[in-house]
T-cell receptor
């Protein structure tokens, strides 16, 4: 990818379980964002975490950021079938702004009803 | 919310023809729009950055004469795939940036265009 790697590449879980996806990146960042993509559709922004933040919550989502390890994780709690999608992390390099937003390789999550 | 409309959703064309894809920000002015390309089950690859009223900035390896980008207004950017060939078949996605600000760093995406070149 242009910026980072995600693992696992694919994840299949039962409804109600938690799903954890990891993202590693290569360069210094201003912020890191997570997006969701349903099959054959555009991306929807989920959550943004800044380089000076370590953890952030939004509903059933929990994101952590470890700048020393250049890694982030996305946790989806109490998963639902509707959470089935691909999830991408994206990083912004350099100055604040949406310039140079590069995406990781993505994790394809399947939640089995 | 911020809505980005991308049209068409899918297009099938013959090899050698040109295809134009439109990306519109419906309820905000987008100073910058981005064009991405995505292959099946792969990530998004940034192709170019489109700034209103100026030439687009292309990523390394992207042919600017092949992928013509025009950002004629603050709400419209177009990507034209010229003389399309089967290897240009892909999913193309645009996104729009609302402008600087503490809550404006996320991007708003169109729904994508699936291009199939026969």
């Amino acid at each position: 990818s242009q910026q980072g790697e995600e693992d696992p590449q694919a994840l299949s879980i039962q409804e109600g379980e938690n799903a954890t996806m990891n993202c590693s990146y290569k360069t210094s960042i201003n912020n890191l964002q997570w997006y969701r993509q349903n099959s054959g559709r555009g991306l929807v922004h989920l959550i943004l975490i800044r380089s000076n933040e370590r953890e952030k919550h939004s509903g059933r989502l929990r994101v952590t950021l470890d700048t020393s390890k250049k890694s982030s994780s996305l946790l989806i709690t109490a998963s639902r079938a509707a959470d089935t999608a691909s999830y991408f992390c994206a990083t912004v390099r350099g100055r604040t702004g949406a310039n140079n937003l590069f995406f990781g390789t993505g994790t394809r999550l399947t939640v089995i009803p | 919310g911020a809505v980005v409309s991308q049209h068409p959703s899918w297009v099938i064309c013959k090899s050698g023809t040109s295809v134009k894809i439109e990306c519109r920000s419906l309820d905000f002015q987008a100073t910058t729009m981005f064009w991405y390309r995505q292959f099946p089950k792969q990530s998004l690859m940034l192709m170019a950055t489109s700034n209103e009223g100026s030439k687009a900035t292309y990523e390394q390896g992207v042919e600017k004469d092949k992928f013509l980008i025009n950002h004629a207004s603050l709400t419209l950017s177009t990507l034209t795939v010229t003389s399309a060939h089967p290897e240009d078949s892909s999913f193309y996605i645009c996104s729009a940036y609302r402008g600087p600000g503490p809550t404006n760093e996320k991007l708003f995406f169109g729904s994508g265009t699936q291009l199939s070149v026969l």
